[in-house]
């Protein structure tokens, strides 16, 4: 058809013109010219391609050893196990190495450099070493070669511990009749694991294999047996999470051959060969079949059954198949030698497209690894210049210290919502739980929010401040109440029943708020501990923001730990100061001679409680009843029973006035007033600083005996009756009463001496005296002990071996990069 529109023009041209004169036929010597020219072009071409192969093998193998992530065109062999790739990386290869015996694709992945080197009549293969760009000795027999990647897989996987690797092992083919061409084969997809592997094989092999094959740069070659059905495949799913168009995607239906038989009509011939829509218009798969003898055959034998299967194959399609085949349409993707010729020069299109991109990455690299020898010269200069060393590392001090101060003033720099904690981030991180003896959850405002620095210790105080004011006063014992309250009313005086509420208040503010106070010191030193890393972030921050030219103290290892531990100390001597300031505060509220439980403010503020204290005051037998449960009925019992005792009976005379003096009912009894005498809730004078005064032993005795004279028959009415019917209140008397000291004393931590305590504790001292603190402990030594934060044991031949490798890896980097330069002249 093409002809004869050539031709239509032509003929379509009336007799009356004169038609054109014939060319004239090239002489032979202008033949052989042009001949020679296009062999050339031809060879120049060839030389071209041959030379971005090797730059790109060349730079492979330097991101193989060096662990560099360079987007380098490759070919990423995927499928299932018993797909075929084996057979078809030996067809590539030219020749038979007995691959498929050590099941090498099922757990190491193998990269194959091809290089196609008409001087090689034998295949010559070099392993690159591990860990290194270098490739060893030169390997001929097919036995070594397998033994080798069956060594090298074993020990590697015994080493890390694992099923399966992604670390690749490298081999480099050259060979006259192998393409210029790098796959990378990888391990075959399986549905269960083999015996003595873990149950988690498959998954790890799948996921190994999708991370390799994602990369844009790569091209996917997926192999597929001809036997399985399009709707039915099972792997066609995972090919479409890595390449969901198919845009660097080519598929092989492998052992093509096995279906021959079942084609009788064109159409199903077609139909198949189609894809029947399964993977779109416009993919096209390549049908393969591969020799099925594995007896032992030369090389030369190896090509020829491959070359006379693709023979077969087609014949087949024309001669045995009803109207044959649409051979136009798919015809060139038929056969092992057209997948061949497509793979050579979609890689080859590949290379030339991406080496710009190639080239600019080499430079950034190259740029980089001179970064980082200047780095690594820079340390070794300065192991031998302490005294440069000591201005840069206090400088690097200085520095933390002005943002840990910018921190505790209020910073969003770094962002919050990722450096900060809320309150119960705050609880687990630093290990130190729920505030104890609190049994009911503290959220403090803002608790949700992330923060650090002063915002984090302010909401620290507020959480305290919400736990103590959630505590009330512990239920005490009525063993605990009995021993105090008998104990004060034995040493006589009018006020025993407040002194005990007194001193079971103190008790309690000392065993109970003791725990808070220490528990909110911890938690505001971690919170002072976790500004630290901070302080490291908004410092490197701004040194990358504004281009400063400073001493890097990112590698000193040793001196960073340094600082660290340092800072650590300073916070948690803090802490211990706290402790100790607060505590000291604690004492002074809860000591006997602190006037808070003694104010008129307080007394008159308890109301009926404090009238039903005082008539318990008043009363002379105080040991005469039982605090105890039963303690009520039976006083009640033993009411009209006359006492054993006629003494109790006889009236008091002025003879035995002492002697009553030392009766059991009158050793207990709370001091009473006189009424001649002016009285207050205790019963007693105090003084104006609030103490209170009961004037002295002798005084309460001449109070005490003149009572006795006036009432003694009234007291003793009441010690007997009204006492014992009372005597079951006293207890819930007194445990009211000792809450109320309680809450007084808490009140007066809480809200004057301990947040101010904790604040000029912690808070000061990180403003004012961190640096200077920091300062002595780091850079006041000898500089030899200076030395040893900066110069470890074997540091100095550390330094020398990573400047060694930089340069060998420099060195290959600037090879590849001359190279591509002049690839790149010749686009």
């Known amino acids: 058809m093409a002809a004869s529109a050539l031709s239509s023009p032509a003929a379509g041209r009336t007799p009356n013109h004169k038609s054109a004169a014939p060319s004239p036929s090239p002489s032979p010597s202008t033949r052989r010219a042009a001949a020679d020219a296009a062999t050339a072009a031809a060879a120049a071409a060839a030389a071209d391609s041959k030379a971005r192969f090797e730059a790109y093998n060349r730079l492979q193998a330097a991101a193989v050893a060096f662990g560099e992530k360079l987007p380098i065109p490759e070919i990423v062999a995927i499928g299932g196990q018993s797909d075929g790739k084996s057979s078809l990386l030996e067809a590539l290869l030219g020749f038979r ?135 039915s495949s099972v792997w066609l799913d995972t090919l479409r999470e890595i390449d969901p168009t198919f845009r660097r995607t080519m598929i092989v239906i492998s052992k093509f051959d096995n279906r021959l038989k079942e084609f009788t009509e064109r159409w199903e011939v077609d139909s198949f060969l189609s894809a029947s829509g399964y993977l779109g218009d416009n993919i096209h798969p390549f049908f393969v079949a591969l020799p099925k003898d594995r007896g032992t055959i030369s090389n030369e034998e190896f090509r020829r059954q491959i070359c006379q299967v693709d023979i077969d194959v087609l014949r087949h399609l024309r001669d045995a198949v009803k109207g044959g085949f649409n051979e136009e349409k798919y015809g060139p993707y038929i056969g092992f030698s057209c997948l061949r010729k497509y793979l050579e020069s979609e890689l080859q299109k590949r290379y030339k497209e991406a080496a710009p991109a190639t080239l600019a990455l080499l430079e950034q690299r190259c740029s980089e690894v001179s970064m980082d020898l200047t780095r690594l010269d820079s340390k070794l200069q300065a192991t031998s210049d302490v005294s440069q060393l000591r201005r840069s590392a206090m400088l690097h001090a200085a520095s933390i210290c002005t943002h840990l101060r910018a921190l505790l003033d209020g910073a969003a720099d770094p962002a919050p919502e990722i450096w900060g904690k809320t309150t119960d981030e705050e609880q687990m991180h630093s290990g130190i739980g729920s505030w104890p003896g609190i049994n009911m959850p503290v959220k403090p405002a803002n608790s949700t929010l992330k923060l650090y620095g002063g915002a984090a210790f302010e909401r620290v105080l507020h959480e305290f401040r919400c736990a103590t004011y959630s505590m009330e006063c512990p239920q005490v014992s009525r063993e605990k109440v009995a021993n105090i309250l008998l104990a004060h009313a034995g040493r006589g005086g009018s006020s025993g029943l407040t002194d005990a509420a007194a001193e079971i208040a103190r008790a309690a503010a000392r065993s109970w708020l003791a725990p808070l106070i220490d528990t909110a010191c911890d938690r505001l030193a971690f919170v002072l501990q976790s500004l630290f890393d901070l302080a490291m972030e908004r410092n490197r921050n701004k040194n990358s923001q504004y281009h400063q030219n400073v001493e890097d103290m990112d590698g000193y290892v040793g001196f960073l730990a340094a600082l660290r531990c340092s800072y650590y100390k300073f916070v948690k001597e803090l802490s211990k100061q706290c402790k100790q300031i607060v505590r000291h505060h604690l004492d002074s509220v809860t000591s006997p001679y602190s006037h808070i439980c003694y104010e008129n403010d307080f007394l008159s503020g308890i109301g009926s409680i404090g009238n039903s204290m005082n008539r318990f005051n008043h009363f002379p037998g105080v040991a005469s009843f039982d605090l105890s449960d039963s303690g009520s009925a039976l006083e009640e019992a033993q009411e009209n029973v006359p006492p054993n005792d006629q003494q109790h009976m006889t009236p008091a005379t002025k003879g035995n006035e002492s002697k009553e003096v030392l009766r059991e009912s009158q050793l207990t009894v709370p001091e009473t007033p006189s009424p001649d005498l002016p009285t207050d809730l205790h019963g007693g004078k105090k003084k104006d600083n609030g103490i209170p005064n009961d004037g002295g032993p002798r005084k309460r005795h001449a109070r005490m005996a003149a009572y006795t004279n006036k009432n003694h028959h009234n007291n003793s009415i009441i010690g007997a009756d009204d006492m014992g019917s009372k005597s079951g209140s006293s207890y819930s008397t007194i445990c009211a009463i000792s809450a109320q000291y309680f809450a007084k004393m808490r009140e007066i931590l809480i809200e004057r001496n301990v947040p101010s305590a904790l604040n000029s504790g912690f808070l000061t001292p990180c403003r004012e005296r961190l640096f200077l603190a920091l300062g002595f402990e780091l850079f006041a030594v000898n500089d030899e002990k200076f030395m040893d934060m900066f110069v470890a044991p074997g540091a100095v031949d550390a330094i020398q071996n990573e400047r060694q490798s930089l340069l060998k890896r420099q060195k290959i980097l600037l090879s590849c990069l001359n190279e591509f330069k002049n690839i790149s002249r010749t686009l």
């Not at 036995?143 to 890390?160: G, N, V």
Request: hydrophobic residues 35%; charged residues 25%.
């Open 97 to 231: 190495f007995n691959v498929r015996e050590v099941e090498m694709g099922t757990r190491r992945p193998l990269v194959l450099q091809m290089v196609h080197d008409p001087t090689a009549l034998e295949p010559r293969c070099r392993f690159q070493e591990e860990d290194s760009e270098e490739y060893g000795n030169p390997m001929v027999l097919a036995t070594a070669i397998a033994d080798l990647i069956k060594q090298r897989t074993e020990s590697h996987l015994r080493k890390i511990q694992a099923a399966v690797s992604s670390k690749p092992i490298v081999m480099r083919a050259e060979y006259a009749h192998c393409p210029n061409l790098t796959i990378i084969d990888t391990p075959g997809f399986v549905l269960k694991s083999k015996r003595g592997e873990p149950e988690s094989t498959p998954g790890e092999i799948r996921s190994m294999v999708k991370s390799l094959a994602s990369p844009p740069h790569r091209l996917v070659l997926f192999l597929q047996q001809s036997s399985v059905e399009w709707c």
